[in-house]
C-alpha cells in the first residue's frame, strides 16, 4: 500500500531562517505531488505541484520554493522565512491527475 | 478567487442528529466533488466523492447530494457521533485546460458532536 511521509511535524523558527520541509511517499511511482498550506482558520491553498522529476508548476507568488529531487520526494523551502510563512504545510500524492489526493500529516511551521 | 464557497463556518449537533454541511460553486468546469474529513494535528482524509453525473452517493451514515442546475452540493452525516467531530472539507476538481486535476478547496466546516 501506499504511504506519505512529512517530517518534521512541528517546526518553530525565527525570521530570516532558512526553512527545508521534506515529503516522500512510497508504495507508487511517478506520483504526481502537492504542496498545500492551511492557514489557521482557512481553507487548503495549493502552493506548488509536480507531475515529475525536476518539473515544478508554481501556483502562488511567495517566498516559498519547491524541488523534487528524486521521483517520490518533495522538499519546500525558503531562503529567508517571514512572520507571514507560518501555518499547517501540507505534502499529497496523487497516482495522476485527476486521481484522488492523499495528504501527509503535515508540518505545523510557526515563524517567530 | 473563492471558487468554493462552504457554510456554515462552524456546526454543533447533538450525539445521534443530522449533520448539514453545503457548498456552492461557480466554475462549471469542475467534474469531480470530493469530501475530506480532518482531524486536529492531522492531514486531510478523502471521506466521500460525487461526480456531476450523479445526483447522490452514499457511504454508510455518510451522503452527498448534489444538484448540478443549482451548482450545489451538500454533505450530511446522519446518527451524528462524538467521533465524527472533526473539521471538513468539501472540494471541487478542475476538468481541463492547463487547471485540469487541480482541486480547489472550501473554507471548512468544524463540525463538534456533543454527546
Known amino acids: 500500500s501506499q504511504t506519505i511521509h512529512q517530517w518534521p511535524a512541528t517546526l518553530v523558527q525565527p525570521v530570516g531562517s532558512p526553512l527545508s520541509l521534506e515529503c516522500t511517499v512510497e508504495?507508487?511511482?511517478?506520483?504526481?505531488l502537492y504542496w498545500y498550506r492551511q492557514a489557521a482558520g482557512r481553507g487548503l491553498q495549493l502552493l506548488f505541484y509536480s507531475v515529475g522529476i525536476g518539473q515544478i508548476s508554481s501556483e502562488v507568488p511567495q517566498n516559498l520554493s519547491a524541488s523534487r529531487p528524486q521521483d517520490r520526494q518533495f522538499i519546500l523551502s525558503s531562503k529567508k522565512l517571514l512572520l507571514s510563512d507560518s501555518g499547517f504545510y501540507l505534502c499529497a500524492w496523487s497516482v495522476r491527475e485527476g486521481s484522488p489526493l492523499h495528504f501527509g500529516n503535515g508540518t505545523r511551521l510557526t515563524v517567530t | 478567487q473563492q471558487q468554493v464557497k462552504q457554510s456554515p463556518q462552524s456546526l454543533i449537533v447533538q450525539k445521534g442528529g443530522i449533520s448539514i454541511i453545503n457548498c456552492a460553486y461557480e466554475n462549471t468546469a469542475f467534474d469531480y466533488f470530493p469530501w475530506y474529513q480532518q482531524f486536529p494535528g492531522k492531514g486531510p482524509a478523502l471521506l466521500i466523492a460525487?461526480?456531476?453525473?450523479?445526483s447522490e452517493k452514499k457511504e454508510g451514515r455518510f451522503t452527498i447530494s448534489f444538484n448540478k442546475s443549482a451548482k450545489q452540493f451538500s454533505l450530511h452525516i446522519m446518527d451524528s457521533q462524538p467521533g465524527d467531530s472533526a473539521t471538513y472539507f468539501c472540494a471541487a476538481r478542475y476538468a481541463g485546460g492547463t487547471s485540469y486535476g487541480k482541486l480547489t478547496f472550501g473554507q471548512g466546516t468544524i463540525l463538534t458532536v456533543h454527546p
Open positions: 460525487i461526480r456531476p453525473d450523479v
Open positions: 508504495g507508487t511511482s511517478n506520483p504526481n
